[in-house]
């Protein structure tokens, strides 16, 4: 129920009813909105220039958003760090160890590739640090591939020394004969006169002139395939494959002091020297053979023996002279 105000007239000696002016009220309606206007104005003018209070829950948030920021600072530097010694370990890799091992080396562009396809990083997307993080998870990426590169580098160079090392045990490389326990070198490969026939015949391999049961070494790692008489002018013999292709015969022996399918080593006594089968005088015939083809043993002399007695070994086989078997 609104409320009537009245007013006395003196004239009348009555009350009078007060009648409310339009105008009035408009203007007191405008005045009411402006002053509510300002008043709203002046409180945000306030809360913008004061410092905002903030919650626990805002504080413990922005504490782990700075250290997050600062961990992948952290982490970019140690990626620099880790990169330079990839970097240095790729040079070596490729100028020194696979150069030696004679392999391939393997293109930086290979190393360093990115990846392609989809985008990898979409959802790191739209948020305020992406562009840290996604560069930091690329970085990380691209070094994790080259550590896999590089690991899978060295395991093939690992298996490449291993059989390196191998085949340098493998190949004949000493001589079977001491040469304290020589007498002389009778006869080397080539263009020899045979002591039975007096007719001029290729001799495929050296004849090391010893007295009888003089040790014969192993010249290099590997299997007895032979220790018989069965072959014809060679009387009591053994052979050793080495593998690679590679494979010593010892003729002429006294006798064995091995037996067929046994393992030896470079430098191990396999028999001793004898005459038998078709031989002039005590002595053993040496033999090597690469892919079943005989060559020159001469070159198979490198492990024992110095330049000097070397180059006195290959001038006495060079001389052509009669051979003993």
Avoid: C
Avoid at 191 to 206: A, L, Q
Wanted: hydrophobic share 30%.
């Amino acid at each position: 129920m609104s409320k009537v105000k009245y007013y006395y007239d003196s004239e009348t000696l009555s009350y009078q009813k007060i009648e409310k002016k339009k105008g009035k009220r408009l203007g007191i309606a405008l005045l009411s909105i402006t002053g509510s206007f300002l008043a709203g104005f002046i409180l945000l003018v306030i809360y913008l220039n004061i410092p905002q209070i903030e919650t626990p829950k805002e504080k413990a948030l922005k504490r782990e958003l700075h250290n997050m920021q600062l961990q992948y600072g952290l982490l970019n530097k140690k990626m620099d760090q880790i990169q330079d010694v990839m970097a240095n370990i790729e040079d070596r890799d490729n100028n020194i160890y696979r150069l030696y091992f004679e392999a391939n080396p393997i293109p930086e562009e290979q190393r360093k590739a990115g990846f392609g396809g989809i985008n990898r990083y979409k959802d790191l997307e739209g948020f305020d640090n992406s562009k840290l993080i996604t560069e930091t998870t690329k970085r990380m990426d691209i070094l994790t591939k080259r550590l896999v590169v590089q690991s899978k580098s060295l395991d093939e160079i690992a298996d490449l020394a291993r059989e390196k090392g191998e085949l340098l045990e493998a190949i004949p490389a000493i001589q079977p004969v001491k040469n304290q326990d020589l007498s002389r070198i009778a006869s080397g490969y080539g263009w020899r006169n045979d002591p039975f026939t007096k007719v001029r015949k290729f001799h495929y391999g050296m004849d090391f002139t010893a007295p009888r049961g003089t040790p014969v070494y192993a010249t290099g790692d590997g299997k007895i395939v032979r220790a018989d008489s069965r072959s014809t002018g060679y009387g009591n013999h053994i052979r050793i494959d080495h593998g690679y292709g590679y494979t010593s015969l010892y003729a002429h022996l006294f006798k064995y002091n091995v037996r067929r399918g046994q393992t030896v080593k470079r430098g191990d006594v396999i028999g001793f020297v004898g005459s038998t089968g078709r031989s002039e005088a005590p002595h053993l015939h040496y033999e090597i053979f690469k892919d079943e083809d005989r060559i020159n043993p001469i070159n198979f002399y490198y492990g024992n023996l110095s330049p000097e007695e070397f180059g006195e070994v290959l001038e006495r086989a060079q001389r052509e002279n009669q051979s003993l078997d």
